[in-house]
């Protein structure tokens, strides 16, 4: 059995595959939670098993608490005490509406899966982690992702970053109250990535990366799953002990204000 487990949310493709397999790649056991794509996530499985973790598979709805008990059950009797919960399932709105003609609809939708969800789940995973009790050699932790939109106003995706606006108060607040327990949180905040969720936009994208003079980043290139990947594993292996609450920028530098 592995002696550190994550349970990576939205586990499956894009940003969460990569966080799995970068954890993997470590010899951690992953629980790839998923909500509709089986095929993805056993896929997702199969590659973290290749570079040398285990997996399990599970389906919850992280928008729905009801499912979180059952998460957190399947992960803990396959795998034994969560070490680390990431956060990483997220939605955009199905349709973009300007912020004066959005829906209600569309925000419980976004809101529901983006900060409700990760916020009550992080709730019950951190009582498990206080609860299963400190260890001397294995730091605890919560990451959660996400996003420039955080800071950056799109006013026709208003509830989406709203969403993560909201993901970074919540990291402050866990940061605050788990420190004691020996249970530091981060947030890592994704730039421009390549993924599922971005294809529809790669064309005005690629222009604004590689075309314009200066482009949105000093970094002149798309990020990658693994870009992500990379920098959760650096924290939930405890390489930040003496840091929590703390934003990580992993955007190609697109959060620097320049002349």
């Known amino acids: 059995m592995p002696t550190k487990t994550a349970i990576v949310t939205g586990g499956s493709r ?3 595959r990569g966080i799995a397999l970068a954890l993997g790649r470590e010899g951690w056991g992953v629980v ?4 509709r794509n089986r095929a993805a996530a056993d896929e997702a499985a199969a590659l973290v098993k290749d570079v040398g973790g285990e997996a399990l598979t599970v389906q919850a709805n992280i928008a729905s608490t009801d499912d979180h008990a ?3 059950d399947a992960a803990t009797s396959k ?3 969560i070490t680390s919960l990431i ?3 997220g939605v955009a709105p199905k349709v973009r509406a300007d912020v004066l003609t959005m829906t209600e609809d569309s925000y419980d939708f976004v809101m529901d899966t983006n900060l409700k969800g990760p916020y009550l789940l992080s709730q019950r995973v951190a009582n498990h982690m206080i609860e299963a009790g400190a260890s001397a050699d294995t730091l605890k932790t919560i990451v959660n992702i996400g996003s420039i939109s955080a800071y950056a106003a799109s006013v026709n995706r208003g509830e989406y970053c709203l969403s993560k ?3 970074g108060m919540m990291t402050a607040l866990f940061a605050a109250r788990l420190a004691e ?3 530091n949180v981060y947030e890592v905040r994704p730039g421009v990535i390549a993924t599922d969720m971005t294809g529809a936009v790669k064309a005005k994208y690629d222009k604004l990366i590689l075309e314009d003079e200066r482009g949105i980043s000093p970094i002149r290139r798309w990020g990658r799953p693994d870009d992500i990947g990379k920098a959760v594993a650096a924290l939930a292996r405890g390489d930040l002990p003496f840091s929590t609450g703390e934003v990580i920028n992993v955007d190609g530098g697109f959060h620097l204000k320049t002349l």
Do not use: K
Request: no cysteine; proline share 5%; hydrophobic share 40%.
């Open 70 to 72: 059952r998460l957190l």
């Open 87 to 89: 956060n990483n399932a």
């Open 32 to 35: 790839i939670n998923y909500n």
């Open 14 to 16: 894009g940003i969460g």
């Open 165 to 167: 606006a909201g993901m």
């Open 181 to 183: 327990h020996g249970i």
């Open 79 to 81: 795998f034994g005490p």
